[in-house]
């Protein structure tokens, strides 16, 4: 079937340009162009929270920068499908019933205000690992042991300044040997990339035949978080398992096929939008 791209128009943040990863990629904004897309590069002022914007509102635009831009966005302007940026994708808790336990890496997770977590305090010899439930990144996911559990919450409340009542994912510490990326949209998987292997930023092509069955599978679900997003998939003792699902409108690519990406999320968002009217 043939596709009218000069019907799609994207909003790109320049933030995302300039952290994408030298992999030899067409870079995104030339891919979307490549293919007729109407492509508007800004770079958002974060004070003033302003931005201008040259699409009309209803038109079929979707936006891709940082997690402040796309909530600017959603606020500001009506578009569609506008960005992929939902409540399915931003909390943990929306997925994760929905995925099922038996693929998530955090199968043993209960929820806490962090006030809770730190009253509840941890026993000796026992570590956790502790994230937001919210996805957007309001503190980093990290292990809390017994042993550093003072200076790590003092960092938390400090630094990362994270409050009583935020709400907690909390789950047992699993080995990791490497994490990767799916895209998934309308139901398939687009393109995949390793971004970390033994605890280090690695971005490669590279994935295991075990993590390409679990995004499939992912993909195939009745449940889908969003007509397109990214499933995050670790390798754990010779085992994939579904780490956490991201917003594609706020996530970085590392080494995913930027073409075929921009082919297939323009062709989503051009059926989200005829299917609209």
């Given at each position: ?20 990863y030298e992999t030899g990629m067409t870079p995104l904004d030339k891919a979307l162009r490549d293919i007729g897309c109407n492509v508007h590069i800004t770079d958002y002022d974060t004070i003033n929270k302003t931005s201008i914007i040259p699409f009309s509102e209803g038109s079929c635009t979707v936006s891709y920068g940082s997690i402040q831009f ?208």
């Amino acid at each position: 079937m043939e596709y009218d791209f000069s019907k799609v128009n994207w909003i790109i943040h320049q933030v995302m340009l300039d952290r994408a990863y030298e992999t030899g990629m067409t870079p995104l904004d030339k891919a979307l162009r490549d293919i007729g897309c109407n492509v508007h590069i800004t770079d958002y002022d974060t004070i003033n929270k302003t931005s201008i914007i040259p699409f009309s509102e209803g038109s079929c635009t979707v936006s891709y920068g940082s997690i402040q831009f796309n909530k600017y966005m959603l606020k500001t302007y009506r578009f569609c499908p506008g960005s992929y940026f939902n409540d399915e994708v931003k909390k943990f808790s929306a997925y994760a019933p929905k995925l099922g336990g038996d693929i998530l890496l955090n199968d043993d997770y209960y929820l806490l205000p962090f006030g809770e977590f730190v009253r509840r305090g941890l026993k000796p010899g026992e570590s956790v690992f502790i994230k937001p439930d919210s996805g957007l990144k309001t503190f980093t996911g990290k292990v809390i042991t017994h042993e550093n559990f003072d200076h790590e919450i003092n960092s938390m409340k400090q630094i990362e300044i994270v409050y009583n009542d935020t709400l907690c994912v909390i789950a047992s510490t699993k080995p990791i040997d490497g994490e990767f990326r799916y895209v998934i949209a309308d139901g398939e998987v687009i393109s995949k990339s390793q971004y970390s292997w033994d605890h280090q930023l690695e971005v490669r092509i590279d994935t295991f035949p075990e993590g390409d069955a679990l995004a499939e599978y992912v993909a195939k679900m009745e449940y889908q978080a969003d007509k397109v997003y990214f499933c995050d998939i670790a390798m754990s003792n010779g085992m994939a398992k579904v780490i956490e699902l991201n917003a594609f409108s706020s996530s970085g690519l590392y080494a995913c096929d930027t073409d075929k990406i921009a082919k297939a999320v323009s062709i989503a968002a051009l059926k989200e939008f005829e299917e609209s009217y």
